[in-house]
């Protein structure tokens, strides 16, 4: 039979395309299937849009500035997950300690998800907590003084703004927070 395929173009394709088949089903179906903790939330993680939805004024403001985020195309540059590589853990870690890799409980109130099309700038699934808002007024307006070499364009509009730079502060604090795994809670504010 394997000489019959490797000499008939057909068979060959149809053979591919029946492992792909199965490679597929195997790696995107049969884990969640499996494993039912996927669409339970994770510990700690918060509904911001059903929260949103009943008035928290917290959870608004995190919604708007998600929706800055998206209008921007932040995520363009910017993914929100960390992945298996050792590299990711180091680069997403806090003071000497590695963060957690992302699991798909963390991101089931996502709608739509925003893992990010390429790793252009630093990933931010892990970025809440680690910088306080004039950090971050000065990084929209001139992201070269503080990482030199940035790629990251300059966002003036929302430095110069304090509605959509608190909302964009809310949005970026609240991320990796569901995990709680920095040594002795320590996230500065």
């Known amino acids: 039979m394997i000489k019959k395929i490797d000499k008939n173009n057909i068979l060959f394709v149809a053979a591919a395309t029946g492992f792909f088949a199965i490679g597929g089903i195997l790696t995107t179906f049969a884990p969640p299937l499996l494993d039912a903790s996927w669409?339970?939330?994770?510990?700690?993680?918060?509904?911001?849009?059903?929260?949103?939805?009943?008035g928290d004024a917290h959870a608004d403001l995190v919604m708007k500035g998600r929706a800055?985020?998206?209008?921007?195309?932040c995520w363009y540059c910017h993914t929100q997950q960390t992945r298996t590589i050792e590299a990711d853990t180091v680069r997403s870690g806090?003071?000497?300690?590695r963060s957690p890799v992302s699991t798909p409980d963390e991101f089931v109130?996502?709608?739509p998800h925003l893992f990010g099309t390429r790793r252009v700038g630093p990933d931010l699934s892990r970025a809440g907590g680690k910088y306080d808002k004039q950090w971050h007024a000065t990084h929209?307006?001139?992201?070269?003084?503080?990482?030199?070499?940035?790629?990251?364009?300059?966002?003036?509009?929302?430095?110069?703004?304090?509605?959509?730079?608190d909302a964009m502060v809310a949005y970026i604090q609240s991320l990796g927070r569901a995990k709680d795994w920095r040594p002795t809670?320590?996230?500065e504010e």
Do not use: C, T
């Open 109 to 111: 109130f996502d709608k």
């Open 140 to 165: 929209f307006k001139d992201p070269r003084s503080l990482v030199p070499g940035s790629a990251m364009p300059p966002f003036p509009w929302i430095a110069n703004n304090p509605a959509e730079l």
């Open 94 to 97: 806090w003071r000497d300690v």
């Open 68 to 73: 800055i985020y998206v209008r921007d195309g």
């Open 185 to 187: 809670h320590d996230y």
């Open 39 to 54: 669409a339970k939330p994770a510990p700690g993680l918060q509904n911001y849009p059903e929260l949103a939805k009943g």
